[in-house]
């Protein structure tokens, strides 16, 4: 067995997902059952049994889904935690891109995280109309739910136990660090047009939420995931560092500049999702979501926000803009 696996906060992690994993184990069986048996239209001893079945479930899956959405932050903390005993690893980023587990189960976490979401929002709307019209849905999302997890939790244990810390990995600046000649930025944009962007984006996805346009919405939203990161990557988190060459999406999450980038990253992250649930709620269940994207605009503009005072604040208090450095590559 891999030492790194006996480190307390890798041990406390696989444990607790291991624990979250068993309980919606329990619920999967469950689940199953009552699909198999489900007619709310029926007045039965069954059907009455079937729905303290489900309701007792829904209990669990929201308990187990608010774990997973904490255990997130926690990995990136934990791959954080670790990368002080790995050579050559500064942050998370040197950690993540170890092996070829790192990348993919990161997104499968995320995606994860987007369906929990659905169907968080799938139940609430199902307990509203009381004769829970999307009973069957959620059901079966949360069986397609479980089955991701399932994979997820082998490619954490597979992640971890493959890591080693004899082995020097790339540091940040390896991995995301400007070369001489070569643009970084999507759709070959320099920095003014990527920050032109960035706003109008902005605008866009607010404007179209509440002008109810949800494929405008939904171009918005799939433009500013992009545009959004490479912002960050490649502008706003330079003033965060204060250092023009430092293009990390993880040392932000660290002590150092307090731990802003789980704010900044969660707003970010939130904001796409909570878009991705509103579209679905008002194409699929037909439902008001007014709520939703209240939110999900609170969410965004607390991201826009926070980006954009760290240069203004920057700029207030030295009177110039960072200017990156073009670094040539070493052969």
């Known amino acids: 067995m891999n030492q790194i696996l006996l480190n307390t906060n890798i041990a406390i992690f696989l444990f607790a997902e291991w624990i979250v994993w068993f309980v919606l184990l329990i619920a999967f069986g469950v689940t199953i059952y009552i699909l198999k048996k489900w007619d709310f239209n029926s007045y039965t001893p069954t059907q009455y049994?079937?729905?303290?079945?489900?309701?007792?479930?829904m209990v669990i899956l929201i308990f187990a889904f608010?774990?997973?959405f904490i255990l997130l932050p926690y990995f990136i903390f934990t791959m954080d935690k670790i990368s002080d005993i790995v050579p050559g690893a500064m942050c998370s980023a040197g950690v993540i891109s170890f092996n070829h587990y790192g990348m993919k189960?990161?997104?499968?976490?995320?995606?994860?995280?987007?369906?929990?979401m659905i169907w968080l929002m799938i139940n609430h709307y199902d307990l509203e109309a009381k004769k829970y019209p999307w009973f069957k849905l959620k059901g079966w999302l949360y069986l397609v739910i479980f089955l991701?997890?399932?994979?997820?939790?082998?490619?954490?244990?597979?992640?971890f136990n493959d890591i080693d810390i004899h082995k020097v990995l790339n540091c940040c600046s390896t991995l995301y660090g400007l070369l001489e000649g070569v643009n970084p930025l999507p759709f070959g944009?320099?920095?003014?047009?990527?920050?032109?962007?960035?706003?109008?984006l902005y605008i866009m996805i607010i404007t179209s939420s509440i002008g109810k346009q949800n494929y405008i919405l939904l171009i918005g939203l799939v433009l500013f995931t992009i545009i959004g990161?490479?912002?960050?990557?490649?502008?706003?988190?330079?003033?965060i560092y204060q250092m023009p060459n430092h293009n990390c999406p993880f040392c932000m999450l660290q002590k150092d500049y307090y731990y802003i980038g789980y704010i900044l990253w969660g707003s970010f992250i939130g904001g796409i999702f909570l878009g991705i649930t509103t579209i679905i709620a008002d194409l699929?269940?037909?439902?008001?979501?007014k709520k939703l994207k209240s939110i999900m605009i609170i969410s965004f503009t607390l991201f826009v926000t926070i980006s954009t005072l760290y240069v203004a604040i920057y700029y207030i208090t030295n009177g110039i803009f960072l200017e990156p450095v073009k670094v040539e590559m070493v052969m």
């Not at 991701?148 to 992640?159: G, K, P, Q, R, T």
């Open 49 to 57: 049994r079937l729905e303290k079945y489900a309701y007792l479930v």
């Open 284 to 289: 699929i269940l037909n439902v008001d979501t």
């Open 229 to 239: 990161y490479y912002s960050v990557l490649y502008f706003f988190g330079t003033y």
């Open 189 to 200: 944009l320099n920095k003014s047009l990527l920050l032109t962007l960035f706003y109008l």
């Open 66 to 68: 608010s774990m997973k």
């Open 105 to 116: 189960l990161f997104f499968i976490k995320l995606f994860i995280l987007l369906l929990l």
């Open 148 to 159: 991701l997890i399932s994979v997820e939790l082998y490619w954490d244990y597979a992640f």
